[in-house]
């Protein structure tokens, strides 16, 4: 059975490296930074644009929404932002839900340390059985931390993705709750 209640309010997760908090409107600053970022767009294959506006509405509304959990990834040493990761696409009757990561300060084990902290949410208090993601073709180190955290490669969307005037793959990779998770 799958708590819903954990997904609405979610706790702060503590590592060694990173905190995570309910993203909200006190990291709007943050996030509108981080959507102007082209390597983070690129990263997320993101071509959507933004307003301040628009980042300032979607913040608001992030607590509490069915389906779905959003973290600020805050740095422990001195809680200073350094990305956002979520749980969303609930699909209740198989226990699913889709994950996604972005940071303004790879390369640093954060995405790997926030990346353990939400699956052992999502398995050990949510109660999903699988957790799933898309990763572009030409992220490898994002494809390496998703596997070091027992992510497994289940398939390819051949030219899926139209970046600067180039077509790229999107892999697919899973993880299930009995999976090791490194």
């Known amino acids: 059975m799958i708590d819903t209640e954990a997904l609405r309010v979610q706790p702060e997760l503590t590592g060694e490296q990173v905190v995570l908090v309910q993203l909200g409107p006190e990291h709007v600053e943050d996030v509108w930074r981080a959507l102007r970022d082209p ?31 959003d973290w600020a990834i805050l740095r422990a040493s ?3 932002y350094v ?36 699956l052992d949410y999502a398995f050990d208090v949510v109660g999903l059985h699988r957790v ?5 073709d030409f992220n490898e180190r994002a494809q390496h931390v998703y596997e070091k955290c027992g992510f497994v490669r289940e398939g390819l969307q051949r030219e899926a993705l139209y970046w600067d005037g180039q077509w790229h793959d999107t892999i ?10 490194g």
């Open 39 to 69: 390597e983070i767009l690129r990263l997320t294959g993101t071509h959507a644009k933004f307003t301040r506006e628009r980042v300032e509405e979607w913040t608001a509304k992030l607590a509490g929404r069915e389906g779905r959990a």
């Open 78 to 80: 001195d809680r200073a």
């Open 83 to 118: 990305g956002e990761a979520s749980l969303n696409d609930l699909d209740e009757g198989n226990r699913t839900m889709s994950f996604r990561i972005a940071l303004v300060e790879p390369g640093r084990g954060y995405g790997t340390e926030a990346t353990r902290l939400l």
């Open 132 to 136: 799933t993601l898309e990763v572009f």
């Open 172 to 181: 697919d990779m899973a993880v299930l709750a009995g999976d090791p998770r």
